[in-house]
């Protein structure tokens, strides 16, 4: 950024300011115009014009700030520049009222800027406040006075500070736009920083899924249909026999298998017998599954949306 010493009034400038303050004459602030022409050894109190000027400007406002201010405002810009040029003064016009125009002031740069042509698409503007103070009683007391100017840059880190969002429909990178550099944003949502279910997010945490496999514990509580399980098995039945001699290598099966029984002892014969019984084990015969439902395949996570070209920038 360029550093500006303060306006010089020229001889002509603070005579016609005098002749305005005395009533005699007006004044009309009319253009501002750039120069990149040499004033190391020029005295800027006796210049009549600048040295190889470049462009010029109309003044975009002029208020009135009390009895003895005026304030000016211009816009300097690239727009329209074939060629790029160090922009080493900027001079302030004025008319008197027969429409003559005077160099009233000029300010020189202690370290000029670039002034880029515009061939690469970007826009660079200044934007250069002028204050011109008056004394009255017929003393002229002028002092022309830089106020500030904002170059193109500093309006983007005003704007765009680092770190903030840029999004766009179909928008072109913000370095080309604005300058600065920009990290794109893709395929992601925004969600604001804070607390959500319990988590706290700062900004520029990043999380999230696209897709979620639900887990036994996300599960809701249901239940299945029986499906095709069943449970089969079989023993001969004959009425007036031993129960126990009708069990072979073919009954019982499935869930049924022989089981031993109680031990019996015969006081009369001295004769133990142990009796036989009939047991059930399901898990002997156990077919088919519960009925099958679901496909297997992660669960979305998209909400409705818009899609837009997002960026936030770095540095």
Request: proline share 3%; hydrophobic share 35%.
């Amino acid at each position: 950024m360029a550093t500006w010493n303060n306006y010089v009034a020229t001889a002509e400038g603070r005579a016609l300011l005098a002749r305005a303050i005395a009533g005699t004459d007006t004044i009309s602030i009319t253009r501002v115009r750039t120069s990149s022409g040499d004033y190391s050894k020029i005295e800027l109190a006796n210049l009549t014009e600048m040295l190889d000027k470049k462009q010029e400007f109309k003044v975009q406002s002029v208020n009135i700030i009390d009895d003895n201010t005026t304030k000016i405002e211009v816009n300097i810009t690239n727009v329209g520049l074939a060629e790029s040029y160090p922009m080493t003064a900027i001079g302030v016009y004025a008319e008197d009222s027969s429409g003559v125009e005077y160099l009233l002031a000029i300010s020189t740069a202690v370290q000029p800027d670039i002034m880029p042509a515009m061939s690469d698409g970007t826009v660079k503007t200044i934007l250069t406040k002028i204050y011109i103070t008056t004394a009255s009683a017929g003393v002229v007391n002028v002092t022309i006075d830089m106020d500030t100017y904002v170059t193109r840059g500093e309006c983007i880190d005003i704007s765009h500070p680092v770190g903030s969002l840029y999004m766009h429909i179909g928008g072109k990178d913000p370095a080309t736009l604005f300058g600065g550099t920009w990290k794109q944003i893709v395929g992601r949502y925004i969600m604001a920083s804070g607390t959500v279910n319990g988590k706290t997010y700062v900004a520029g945490d990043t999380g999230g899924e696209s897709t979620h496999p639900i887990k036994r514990e996300e599960m809701p509580r249901h239940g299945h249909t029986r499906g095709s399980m069943n449970i089969t098995g079989g023993n001969i039945v004959m009425d007036d026999m031993t129960f126990g001699s009708y069990f072979n290598d073919t009954y019982p099966n499935g869930a049924f298998y022989k089981l031993r029984g109680n031990v019996h002892y015969d006081a009369k014969s001295h004769e133990t017998d142990q009796g036989w019984a009939l047991g059930f084990d399901a898990s002997r015969s156990w077919t088919g599954t519960t009925s099958i439902e679901g496909g297997s395949q992660p669960m979305p996570m998209l909400p409705l949306f818009t899609a837009v070209d997002a960026w936030y920038r770095i540095k």
